[in-house]
């Protein structure tokens, strides 16, 4: 009997991994592209003329870090193995089918998601077998074997779940580093995603309650949802965009709250301020960016809670860095710390030039 086996994939050219490696330095040049870039300079532009300042040269923001390697962000789980004779001295249990299928050909190639579909069913039999009156028509040795394995498994479990999330290729590709911001006329980029998010949080939380019952077609449909774009990436570089934009127009504030001159260059300063403060189209991006961070970075926070092991270092150390609601270094909270700097230094010139 066997868990599945966590193998190392290797490239079977190495020029794949150059190309794939140049895109990503491509795309990763091109982060400060694209509408939403445009409509930040465009609200820069309109500034630096209300201030009567040169438009400041944007800089390009930096990428989002690298996901954890393959084997800094899975679990170890140990091979379970048992002969055929003592499979079949558990027969009673009904997992001799389940373990068969597990083993052929098509088992061992099967993806991360059903494979943990396979040890949650396998699991639900043996704590069921255990809790009935087989173990008592078992003789001590086959007892025995069927508590351990038992054990082994509720164990084994939580880590199973785990790396069945962060083995699946739609779970990586989400954080892809060649990846572009999120741009403002996305409709709705949650639609269907944060369903898929909240769809495996839930998986996860019952995946010990045998009254909730898995359905293979709807957890495929929800990793079908997650391939459809990197989302988690998008979010995180449009934030490390907003916020490069939002700090170079707060160097243009602070020059001229820094001047001694003052209002004096602005010849109409209370209606030129007023024109570039609201300029909605900016206004609206900010605070629906915030928005929509905050919805996505909350349901992949809960997602991950749900887990309830200690993940993997590199894995505990990425999520602080880049996902965190509340580490002032993370895309999140910097985007807002910038933006709640800009009104408080509109604030301040307002108060200066009414």
């Not at 193995?81 to 009673?92: I, K, P």
């Not at 839930?202 to 459809?228: C, I, M």
Request: glycine share 6%.
């Amino acid at each position: 009997m066997a868990s599945w086996r966590c193998r190392v994939a290797r490239p079977s050219d190495w020029r794949r991994g150059a190309v794939v490696l140049l895109a990503a330095l491509l795309l990763a040049g091109c982060g400060g592209s694209g509408d939403g870039d445009a409509l930040l300079r465009d609200y820069q532009r309109d500034l630096a003329e209300a201030l009567d300042l040169p438009t400041p040269e944007p800089a390009s923001p930096g990428n989002i870090g690298g996901f954890p390697e393959r084997h800094q962000r899975l679990f170890e789980v140990p091979e379970t193995r048992a002969g055929l004779l003592d499979v079949y001295a558990l027969r009673e249990c009904h997992i001799t089918n389940l373990v068969a299928a597990r083993n052929n050909q098509l088992g061992r190639v099967a993806p991360p998601s059903q494979r943990w579909i396979y040890e949650l069913k396998l699991w639900r039999r043996l704590s069921a077998c255990w809790q009935s009156e087989v173990p008592e028509r078992l003789d001590e040795e086959d007892r025995t074997r069927l508590e351990q394995l038992t054990l082994t498994k509720t164990e084994q479990l939580p880590l199973v779940s785990w790396n069945s999330l962060f083995d699946s290729e739609e779970w990586r590709r989400s954080f892809s580093r060649a990846s572009s911001p999120l741009e403002p006329g996305d409709d709705d980029p949650l639609d269907g995603q944060l369903d898929a998010v909240r769809w495996l949080r839930e998986a996860t939380l019952n995946q010990f309650n045998r009254e909730w019952q898995p359905d293979s077609a709807t957890l495929e449909g929800h990793l079908k949802a997650l391939r459809d774009r990197p989302l988690t990436a998008e979010v995180l570089r449009a934030l490390l965009l907003a916020e490069q934009r939002l700090s170079e127009a707060n160097a243009l504030l602070q020059a001229r709250l820094g001047s001694s001159d003052g209002c004096r260059p602005l010849s109409q300063p209370g209606p030129q301020l007023r024109n570039a403060f609201q300029g909605r189209a900016a206004r609206d991006w900010f605070a629906r960016l915030d928005t929509l961070a905050e919805r996505w970075l909350t349901a992949i926070d809960a997602l991950l809670e749900s887990h309830r092991v200690s993940p993997p270092r590199a894995v505990a150390d990425y999520r602080q860095r880049w996902l965190s609601l509340d580490n002032p270094e993370a895309p999140l909270p910097a985007y807002r710390s910038a933006r709640e700097n800009h009104r408080r230094h509109w604030q301040r010139l307002a108060e200066r030039c009414p």
